[in-house]
């Protein structure tokens, strides 16, 4: 982790959910040097209790300078980003030199996105460094951290599942998808897992099915630049998969992030839920 | 269509929507022999002044033989069917025959199902006609029936939306998606186009982007049975997708019916919105 990280100044760009923060609560442990960076509308209060910085997308000009004025040699996108809002007619002269790459992006899925930003501050000459080399904890590796395990059938859903996730993965959609007694509840496009889950919970019956069944799975799309946007699990998570009705989740090993880990697990007991950490080979291709 | 729809009775299985209806009507404004076959919890009203039985998934050797009996020749599914909750230990002779079929059947998406189901009557020595073939005009050439017509964005967001679905198709999940400005909002599982549009209608604005924009897509899965469960779009849709701030519907030309036609192309002038019947090579692949 250490080397990943490097020893310069990390800048955290800061999206929503508790992961910026924990980057910021982790960097301030370890006294290292580090910068949170949020753009207008994503600022939140805890944010002043840190070295923290907020910009606009449209004054990228102005971000890469300040970055350099304050020592940052690295940075990390942390947590989820909705595609901003541009006011064009506000961009400075270094968005003015990126704009066509970022128009560009912007016409693309939020993993191409939040890559192209990434590649952009790379050109810049920022080393790009993933969440997950952050926080030593914040992926987990093959196994079941829960009391609870999934049977045969329910590891079919996952498996199918993971189908319907790398049949996107191309086409630059979905992370998460729902998959119960082989009948596919939901796919997630923009609306996120939490919305996902809790339309499922109010499912109709006979689309349903019985309950409990079926497993949420989220995972990397194939071919995705790892330092972004890792697929992210929590304790609302699991909290909104015990309400749809589900059995389980499951992710990657070292392929997602847990927000809360030891709070995740245990909300995953609670409710009697498994989650599965599989290895790649077994959710399949 | 008279060939299609051959001399002999047809029973048509009644699933939802307005389209069993409609075919009942126009099989007895032609004078042509028919009969409803609706299964327990899909029956309505309107069968009671039509030629009407209603049957059990479980008894299925009574269905059979009643069809027989009926003079029945062939046989169109019309409406979207639920997965049937079946009461295995019900099975009567008939049903226990087909049982590992349709077992299997039930572990495969929603189009397996009834392209299962069709295979099954066709052992049985039932013809499968699609419902298409029964409504005249039921399904739309290729063009512009509305006013409004899609400009070079939203026609970009249609074959996004349909590469999607093409991408969906091999794993018999989904027949419609919406796409906006690159971005894809939603995508349907088994929640019912109805339910994929009133979710996005609530997107929050960050997610949703500019309205209006965007455009919903329903096209059959790439080689599926056509005769089973075609998309269908009808003035409820038109309103959903009103309701979600989209410029309009894409659908493959003579690959969606129409639920009422001209209602439909009503609804989408008086809001706007264009439809647009797309030669399939225009979605892209």
């Known amino acids: 982790m250490g080397r990943a990280r490097g020893a310069g100044k990390l800048a955290i760009i800061a999206g929503r959910d508790a992961l910026p923060r924990r980057i910021a609560e982790a960097e301030r442990a370890a006294g290292r040097p580090y910068l949170v960076v949020s753009f207008e509308g994503l600022t939140q209060p805890w944010m002043a209790d840190h070295p923290h910085e907020e910009h606009r997308f449209e004054k990228a000009g102005r971000l890469f300078a300040a970055l350099r004025r304050a020592g940052v040699e690295a940075v990390v996108f942390a947590g989820a980003m909705d595609r901003p809002r541009l006011e064009p007619w506000r961009f400075d002269i270094g968005a003015m030199r990126i704009a066509p790459r970022v128009l560009a992006l912007l016409r693309r899925g939020d993993d191409g996105l939040l890559s192209g930003l990434g590649a952009i501050l790379e050109a810049e000459g920022f080393r790009l460094v993933a969440a997950q080399d952050c926080l030593p904890d914040a992926t987990e590796g093959a196994g079941w951290p829960t009391v609870a395990r999934l049977g045969e059938t329910a590891r079919a859903d996952a498996r199918r599942a993971s189908a319907i996730l790398a049949a996107l993965g191309p086409l630059d959609v979905a992370q998460a998808a729902v998959v119960a007694e082989g009948i596919c509840l939901g796919i997630e496009a923009i609306e996120g897992t939490d919305a996902l889950l809790a339309r499922i919970a109010e499912l109709p019956e006979a689309k349903r099915g019985a309950r409990p069944s079926g497993v949420l799975v989220k995972r990397p799309k194939p071919g995705q630049d790892r330092r972004v946007d890792l697929p992210a699990i929590g304790p609302r998570t699991v909290e909104g998969a015990a309400r749809a009705g589900l059995l389980g ?37």
Chains 1, 2 share one sequence.
């Open 249 to 285: 989740i499951a992710v990657e090993a070292r392929g997602a992030i847990l927000l809360d880990r030891d709070a995740t697990v245990a909300a995953a007991d609670r409710a009697g839920l498994a989650i599965w950490s599989a290895d790649p080979s077994d959710l399949g291709p």
